[in-house]
């Protein structure tokens, strides 16, 4: 079939780049950024990212074998193996990773940009990364739950069977449209606290010229996570709780189950890469590290005045040869004060 076959390659295409572009961030996440909030969160979403990839890139492999079976989402509950559970809990889990993280990032950066003493006070390095292993824990949770329930929207969508609802479709509604909206309620309420920020310190110019530059890295990081919102949207409507209780016939929901049900892996694939890319483009440290690995000139020759350690007159300046990468991350630090120090925290 033409729209398999298409689906096939597009899929091809999402594994393969999805791979090199986990371990360009990973590479440069080691190697070339500094610590900060971004950083850990880079690192949190693209280690699960690259096993996915992985995986995605052998699905392909046996998909062309007409191998993969055992290897992909099931759509219905007969001859259930081990192995189904074992790869739809590893699927999900890739799925639900992204959105508690999500939710940390969004909430994390409202705290610390209108609640600056209260971040200060809490917001450590540890309690940050208790937060994102609080979010890697509640994805095992949903998935564990969502893996044993029932497959409410693929039996009525390709059966016309509805199955009871039971504790567990409440559990996979709330992973699902739960998320969703506190995420977007998160990124509503960051806006405004933006908005009023700048219209609160409209008339200094030196808190607004700080105001300005830090709402520009905050804007670059909601511009980041909004498409990503775009490839949930089925997903997170189309749940079994909804299934059993809104009528099939409803305007865009059968729409939206459609896509849920015969191209859930191609959604998947597409908001995990777009994930892993745009950190390469939204986050300044990363878009800094990418083009220094595409420029010749990778030191920079210094010459450092060693005139000041001694009377000595005529001592020709020392040429200091420092990696050009280095001299960008440290023209970015500035003193520990005010907006400065979330500034430092956020992005390094």
């Given at each position: 079939m033409v729209v398999y076959t298409v689906s096939n390659v597009l899929l091809t295409i999402l594994a393969v780049s999805h791979v090199i572009v986990n371990l360009l961030v990973i590479f440069l996440s080691i190697r070339r950024v500094r610590w900060s909030i971004l950083r850990t969160y880079v690192l949190n979403l693209t280690i699960?990212?690259?096993?996915?990839?992985?995986?995605?890139?052998?699905?392909?492999?046996?998909r062309y074998m007409q191998m993969e079976n055992q290897f992909v989402m099931r759509n219905d509950v007969?001859?259930?193996?081990?192995?189904?559970?074992?790869?739809?809990?590893?699927?999900?889990m890739c799925a639900y990773d992204y959105r508690f993280l999500a939710?940390?990032?969004?909430?994390?950066?409202?705290?610390?940009?209108?609640?600056?003493?209260?971040?200060?006070?809490?917001?450590?390095?540890?309690?940050?990364?208790?937060?994102?292993?609080?979010?890697?824990?509640?994805?095992?949770?949903?998935?564990?739950?969502?893996?044993?329930?029932?497959?409410?929207?693929?039996?009525?969508?390709?059966n016309g069977k509805t199955v009871p609802v039971d504790w567990s479709d409440y559990f996979e509604a709330f992973g699902e449209i739960g998320t969703f909206v506190i995420f977007i309620s998160c990124y509503v309420v960051c806006f405004h606290a933006i908005m009023a920020f700048q219209k609160r310190h409209a008339s200094t110019t030196t808190i607004n010229y700080r105001g300005n530059h830090l709402k520009s890295q905050v804007l670059a990081i909601l511009f980041y996570i909004t498409p990503l919102n775009v490839f949930i949207i089925p997903s997170s409507f189309c749940t079994d709780l909804f299934t059993a209780f809104l009528p099939w016939n409803?305007?865009?929901?059968?729409?939206?189950?459609?896509?849920?049900?015969n191209y859930a892996e191609i959604f998947l694939a597409g908001r995990l890469f777009v994930a892993s890319f745009t950190i390469l483009i939204a986050f300044v440290d990363y878009r800094n590290a990418v083009l220094l690995l595409f420029r010749r000139k990778h030191f920079v020759n210094i010459a450092m005045n060693?005139?000041?350690?001694?009377?000595?007159?005529g001592i020709r300046p020392l040429p200091v040869r420092i990696p050009l990468f280095k001299l960008i991350n440290n023209s970015h630090k500035s003193k520990k004060n005010g907006f400065s120090e979330f500034y430092g925290r956020l992005t390094g």
């Open positions: 699960p990212s690259l096993a996915y990839s992985i995986y995605s890139v052998i699905v392909c492999v046996l007969h001859d259930v193996t081990f192995v189904d559970y074992a790869m739809d809990f590893f699927v999900l939710v940390n990032l969004v909430i994390i950066i409202y705290i610390n940009f209108s609640l600056p003493v209260f971040a200060k006070k809490y917001l450590r390095t540890r309690n940050i990364l208790l937060l994102f292993i609080l979010g890697h824990f509640l994805a095992v949770t949903f998935s564990v739950i969502t893996v044993y329930s029932e497959k409410q929207v693929e039996n009525y969508y390709n409803l305007p865009i929901y059968r729409e939206m189950c459609y896509l849920k049900v060693t005139s000041a350690m001694g009377p000595a007159v």
